[in-house]
């Protein structure tokens, strides 16, 4: 059985971090996923995260900076435009960074662009799809729709076993794109997560406290 925690958006919380450290030293899960915007230009914080943390799956968000993606390189943690091999014959795919927004953050791209880097990926029914942006359509109302018709177009094209994802803090839930669950984590400082556990090739998502 494989067992993933999933979070998103921590945005400098400390009492995220507070939960980290007794969760590491608990391990109840194999993996560690963390779908972007851990902070922004705060390189303490992002020290500090990087410290508690042994290891995690990481794509950056919208709002992390240069400096600090480069930090989550070096710790080898990203999984950005990356394939890593996990367990049971499953792997881990990420695509960080979202569409423009109105705020003019580092890490914004445009969906023909994310089309393009995406489809060069390695893709197929054994992956764990993690993005920072959510699929248009799915999670993504804020009055209106700010999800990537790419990423929606990629999880369509290729159905990976799961797709987690973060960004749209109004939001939290599962939902199906064909044979692909989605799965929109809760922004951390509600101090919930979502948990996927793998067993025999079937996949379950619970939303849980930390």
């Given at each position: 059985?494989?067992?993933?925690?999933?979070?998103?958006?921590?945005?400098?919380?400390?009492?995220?971090?507070?939960?980290?450290?007794?969760?590491?030293?608990?391990?109840?899960?194999?993996?560690?996923?963390?779908?972007?915007d851990v902070t922004g230009k705060n390189i303490s914080y992002a020290q500090d995260f990087i410290s508690i943390v042994q290891q995690a799956f990481w794509v950056p968000g919208n709002n992390e900076n240069e400096e600090v993606r480069g930090m989550f390189e070096e710790a080898k943690f990203s999984v950005h435009r990356k394939r890593v091999e996990i367990k049971e014959g499953f792997n881990v795919v990420g695509f960080g960074f979202s569409t423009p927004t109105p705020f003019k953050t580092p890490g914004e791209i445009a969906d023909e662009e994310i089309y393009a880097q995406m489809s060069a990926l390695p893709i197929d029914a054994n992956t764990i799809l993690i993005t920072h942006s959510p699929p248009y359509g799915l999670f993504d109302d804020v009055g209106v729709n700010i999800g990537s018709k790419s990423i929606r177009k990629i999880i369509e094209e290729k159905q990976p076993k799961l797709a987690l994802f973060g960004h749209v803090h109004e939001h939290s839930g599962k939902a199906n794109i064909g044979r692909t669950i989605c799965v929109k984590i809760p922004p951390a400082p509600s101090l919930k997560a979502a948990a996927v556990e793998i067993r025999h090739g079937h996949a379950e998502v619970f939303f849980v406290e930390i």
């Open positions: 059985m494989i067992r993933i925690l999933a979070l998103a958006d921590l945005h400098n919380d400390e009492a995220v971090l507070d939960r980290l450290r007794v969760l590491e030293l608990d391990r109840r899960y194999d993996y560690l996923i963390v779908a972007g």
